[in-house]
């Protein structure tokens, strides 16, 4: 089921730039750093998903493929179909993964055609599906990339650098309000009025360095001194509008549940608590946890649960594991499982 001629983090695996081979896509520049990525929660992924019917697991995020391997290897009962909109990513993947022939099918696509993308493979029902989100350790390192406030590059943070705005369109076209909500909303950030009037009057802005400097003498003395760089949070709510990672993924949720075969499970990493809060609420609506439009009346009739939760709240890594990788220390996972009935 592999198909290199169609490819559009983690896990002690490199990146090197593949010679072009069919369509496989290439990276920009094939002088960047290795793409290396730690893959977070893998053991409780892993056991997640170990207790999934045979079948295909979607990997909805695959980045380059870490937890994907981890997978394949640890169970002969399971393929993969794994998705990613970045083409650097899916070239490494497509070279991590390779060793696995026709249990590994990979796909240039947005999580939110899941459910066109399985059905295209003729598959009706998958096992399991994993969300990975948010931005990768490699897409954060490599400065051409435009993620990173510490390194300087060109202001682009698209996932899939073959559409789309980049973020110095938003940044310099936008008006004062819309981006002031867009700090807001996707940032939490306190200081956004103070912040977007700043970059007003800088504009036009066209590297990362720049940005971050301007966020920085943007936000008060006191507020630079705690809570790390002062621009993370607006650095991480431009990238989630310009990939649009929350309108999305309440869709690409329900797309996941609604595929899962009668005991499959869906796992989701977050470490945003936007997405987190999204994933929350759309994992206990469909365990028929839906909340009484007010306090004092009842639940609304009719709800049917699809799913049981696996556990209680939202799982986070261990001490161990955000001393040896401290990037993991935002995870958020949590995980549901199909019930018979439902399907």
């Known amino acids: 089921m592999f198909d290199s001629s169609l490819v559009a983090t983690r896990s002690g695996w490199c990146f090197e730039p593949m010679t ?14 290795r793409f290396e990525h730690v893959p977070v929660m893998c053991d409780e992924v892993l056991d997640v998903l170990a207790e999934v019917p045979p079948g295909l697991v979607v990997d909805a995020t695959l980045g380059g493929g870490g937890h994907s391997a981890a997978l394949l290897a640890a169970n002969d009962h399971l393929s993969i179909l794994g998705l990613d909109r970045d083409e650097m990513a899916l070239q490494a993947a497509a070279k991590r993964l390779a060793p696995y ?3 590994v099918a990979v796909r240039h696509a947005r999580f939110d055609d899941l459910e066109a993308t399985v059905r295209s493979l003729g598959h009706t029902r998958v096992s399991g599906c994993l969300f990975d989100l948010g931005v990768s350790s490699p897409q954060l390192d490599l400065a051409e990339r435009g993620f990173s406030f510490r390194n300087d590059g060109p202001l682009d943070m698209r996932m899939d650098r073959s559409r789309g705005r980049t973020a110095a369109d938003l940044v310099n076209t936008a008006d004062e309000r819309t981006l002031a909500g867009i700090l807001r909303h996707n940032g939490d950030e306190r200081h956004a009025v103070r912040i977007v009037r700043a970059i007003l009057a800088n504009r036009p802005i066209s590297t990362t360095a720049e940005l971050a400097e301007i966020v920085r003498d943007a936000v008060p003395a006191p507020a630079r001194r705690k809570g790390g760089h002062p621009a993370r949070r607006t650095f991480q709510a431009i990238r989630i509008e310009i990939n649009d990672e929350l309108a999305i993924l309440a869709d690409a949720i329900g797309q996941a549940i609604d595929l899962l075969a009668p005991r499959g499970r869906c796992a989701v ?8 809060r999204i994933v929350k609420r759309l994992f206990r609506h469909a365990a028929g946890e839906v909340p009484p439009p007010r306090p004092d009346l009842p639940p609304p009739p009719g709800v049917v649960a699809e799913v ?31 019930l018979v009935e439902a399907a």
């Open 308 to 338: 049981r939760l696996l556990w209680r709240g939202a799982a986070k890594p261990s001490a161990a594991e955000i001393d040896r990788n401290p990037r993991s220390e935002a995870a958020r996972f949590r995980a549901v499982e199909k």
């Open 101 to 103: 022939g026709d249990r």
């Open 269 to 276: 990493l977050a470490y945003h608590s936007g997405e987190d």
């Open 20 to 33: 072009d081979s069919g369509d496989i896509p290439t990276a920009e520049s094939e002088a960047s750093p």
